[in-house]
C-alpha cells in the first residue's frame, strides 16, 4: 500500500502520520509526505523532528528505523509534478489531502488569499495527481455546513451553503462540491471526512497534548496573557454548543475509514458543551474571572465597558463570534460510533485538563 498524506507536520496531519503507520504498518510500502522547508529547517528534518517527538506514540518510537526507511519526503514545491518523485510506476493508493489553510476572517479582502489556497490548491492536486491514484480522501470541516442550525447529517452535497460564517466555510465547502464532480468526471472515487474543533488526545499519551494551540485555546491564552482585570462582556446564547472532537480520535478514526467506501463522515462529539458552561470552564482555567455573558451584539457601535473588553472584540472575538453565536444543532454520529465508538469522559472537565494542559506549556505550539 502506497499513501501520499499532505499537512504531515499539521495538528491534525502528524497525528493521522502516526495512526496510520500504527494500524497500517505491516500493509505500508510506502509514505510520500509533502512538506515545505521553514527557515534553515528542511523537509526531511521537519518530518524528522515529528516522527522523533517525545509526544509520538510508544509503537512509533519503538520502530523508529523501520518507519523511517517506509517515508519519502518529498519537496512541497515538486508536489504538483508527480513523476519526478512516483517515477513511471508507482502509484498512490490513498492520496489524503490534510493540508488546509486555516483562517476564520470575515473580511472582503481575505477572500481571495483563502479560497486560492484551500478550493484552488486542491483543484491542481486533484488534476496533478488523479491518473496516478486509486482515492482521494479530503480532510474537510464540519463547519463547511454554515451555520444552519437542527439536525446535521453526513451528506453536504445537499446543501446550499447560503449561511457559512466565514470564507474557510465557504471554501471548505466549495472544495467538496469541486472533488465530488471531478471525480465523477475522473473516475476516481472520493471521500470527504469532516473534523469538528480539535482538542487535545483522550486515549494516547500524554492526554491533553496538541501540537498547535487554536480556536477555543486562542480565547483561554488571551485571557490567560492578558494582566488587567478589567471587566469583559462576552457574546453568547444559553442554546449555542462547542463542539470539540480529541485530535486522536479523529486520526484514529481517518486512518481506520479510509479503506471503506463511506463516502462522507463527519467525526465530531456527539454531545456539544453548553457555550456558557464551555466557556465559564475555559476562563476558570486561566483564573480570569471578571466576565459576564450577554445576548446584546457588542462592537464599537454600541460600546465598550473596558480597554480589555474594547481589545478582545477588535481581536480574536471577530473571529469566534459567529461560532459563539451559532443556531443550536446536533449532529447524526450513528455512522461515525458505527466506525469507531466515542471515548466517553466529561466534556466539561476534559474542557478544563486540555486548557489547563496548554496554560502550563504555555501555550507554545510544537516548531515542527
Known amino acids: 500500500m502506497n499513501?501520499?498524506?499532505?499537512?504531515?507536520?499539521?495538528?491534525?496531519?502528524?497525528?493521522?502520520?502516526?495512526?496510520?503507520i500504527e494500524q497500517r504498518f505491516d500493509t505500508i510500502e510506502r509514505i510520500y509526505l509533502p512538506v515545505r522547508k521553514r527557515a534553515t529547517i528542511s523537509p526531511e528534518n521537519r518530518i524528522k523532528n515529528v516522527i522523533t517527538s517525545e509526544y509520538a506514540p510508544e509503537f512509533i518510537k519503538n520502530n523508529l528505523a523501520e518507519i523511517l526507511n517506509k517515508i519519502s519526503v518529498i519537496d512541497a514545491n515538486e508536489l504538483l509534478n508527480p513523476a519526478s518523485f512516483l517515477g513511471s510506476k508507482n502509484h498512490i493508493d490513498y492520496f489524503i489531502h490534510s493540508a488546509g489553510f486555516v483562517n476564520l476572517s470575515t473580511d472582503p479582502n481575505a477572500k481571495q488569499e483563502i479560497f486560492k489556497e484551500n478550493l484552488q490548491f486542491t483543484k491542481d492536486i486533484f488534476y496533478a495527481f488523479y491518473k496516478h491514484i486509486t482515492k482521494f480522501v479530503y480532510i474537510s470541516t464540519a463547519f463547511a455546513a454554515g451555520n444552519i442550525g437542527g439536525l446535521i447529517k453526513n451528506d453536504y452535497s445537499i446543501?446550499?451553503?447560503e449561511n457559512y460564517r466565514n470564507h474557510y466555510e465557504a471554501s471548505k465547502h466549495a472544495s467538496?462540491?469541486?472533488l465530488i464532480e471531478a471525480g465523477k468526471e475522473k473516475n476516481i472515487p472520493i471521500q470527504i471526512l469532516r473534523p469538528?474543533?480539535?482538542?487535545?488526545?483522550i486515549t494516547e499519551s500524554p492526554n491533553y497534548f496538541i501540537s498547535k494551540y487554536m480556536v477555543f485555546y486562542l480565547f483561554a491564552k488571551f485571557f490567560n496573557n492578558n494582566s488587567s482585570d478589567d471587566a469583559v462582556r462576552i457574546t453568547t446564547t444559553a442554546t449555542t454548543g462547542l463542539n470539540i472532537i480529541p485530535t486522536d480520535y479523529a486520526a484514529q478514526v481517518i486512518a481506520k475509514v479510509i479503506a471503506t467506501d463511506i463516502e462522507q463522515l463527519n467525526i465530531v462529539h456527539s454531545k456539544e458543551t453548553n457555550m456558557m458552561k464551555g466557556i465559564a470552564k475555559i476562563l476558570e482555567a486561566v483564573e480570569y474571572t471578571n466576565f459576564s455573558f450577554t445576548e446584546d451584539l457588542?462592537?464599537?457601535s454600541t460600546g465598550f465597558t473596558s480597554k480589555l473588553e474594547a481589545f478582545y472584540y477588535e481581536t480574536i472575538g471577530v473571529h469566534l463570534h459567529p461560532y459563539m453565536t451559532s443556531k443550536p444543532h446536533e449532529w447524526d454520529t450513528t455512522l461515525l460510533e458505527s466506525i469507531l465508538p466515542i471515548p466517553e469522559y466529561n466534556l466539561e472537565d476534559y474542557l478544563s485538563e486540555t486548557v489547563t494542559?496548554?496554560?502550563g506549556k504555555k501555550f507554545r505550539n510544537q516548531k515542527w
Open 298 to 300: 457588542i462592537n464599537a
Open 3 to 20: 499513501i501520499l498524506l499532505t499537512g504531515a507536520t499539521g495538528t491534525l496531519g502528524s497525528r493521522v502520520l502516526f495512526s496510520l
Open 196 to 201: 469538528s474543533v480539535l482538542g487535545g488526545n
Open 357 to 359: 494542559f496548554a496554560r
Open 159 to 161: 446543501l446550499k451553503g
Open 176 to 178: 467538496e462540491k469541486f
